[in-house]
């Protein structure tokens, strides 16, 4: 199998949530800024819609990519599988990638990796092209979290804490705005995703009316290590983008750091005092990280 597309490792500061069935809110999602989108055929569908919102989504995922949207589809999950009529549907020109519910272990990721690549055959796609990002809602997918993440279609992780959702449930946790009850959880998340390779996502913040509050929860979780949150409104969009982004300041900051450090290797000194803070080589890779990220590359154009 071939190694996922570049497209796929990009960081996703925002990830949308959009019930299946709602043909009018599909149609308008590619114009709320966010990074990518997730197409949900689980939790938000009504069981009786879920056929035709299986339909919907598979003819709208071509449109939404060629308007330069990022694209993801959450699939159904029996008790056992992931829904293979809908990874069937939706494996097609444009996809991105699978997000994945409520997996058990890394053997569900597998029989996942192995059903889309039959979809992929079936439907004359090149192997290895479409991503699996798993959310991690069940304890012992929790404690298994850098298996999972290892799988070579796995581009994401995301830990999320939804106040009285599946990962509460699992854990027998409260959810709190401090976010004390799944600290642990989401440092597992983050170190898990990074050893791997793959990108950490947070989330979710439900109460979609209060922005300053998300805001504080993004920052804070941007603070732990994670490179975006799955959101479930359009006006939360924004406020994540921003609290993911590096602030002009600290553009300015690790600019000057880095111009600091070359001008002083320059003259064959390894470190340097900056803005009163010693700073040596590793500290520039980190200022060369931020600014690669605030000019949208990976540091490796």
Known sequence: MTPLPRSATRPVRSFLFVPGHRESWIDRVASCG?????LDLEDSVPADHKA???ALVAGKIAGLASAGQRVYVRINRS???YDFEDILAVTREGLEGLVLSKPGGPEDIQIAAALLSEA???NGLSLGRIALTPTLETARS???AYEIALNPRVNAICGASAKNGDSARALGIEWSQEGSETLYMWQRTVMAARAAGKMPIGGLWQDVHDLEGLERYARRNRAHGFVGEMILHPSNVAVVNRAYTPTPEEIRYFKGMIEAYEAAAAQGIGAVIYDGDHIDLAHVQTARAVVALAEGTDGED
């Open 120 to 122: 992929e055959m079936r």
């Open 142 to 144: 929790m404690q298994l």
């Open 52 to 54: 035709a919102a299986r």
């Open 79 to 81: 008790p056992a599988l």
């Open 34 to 38: 966010a990074d990518a989108v997730i």
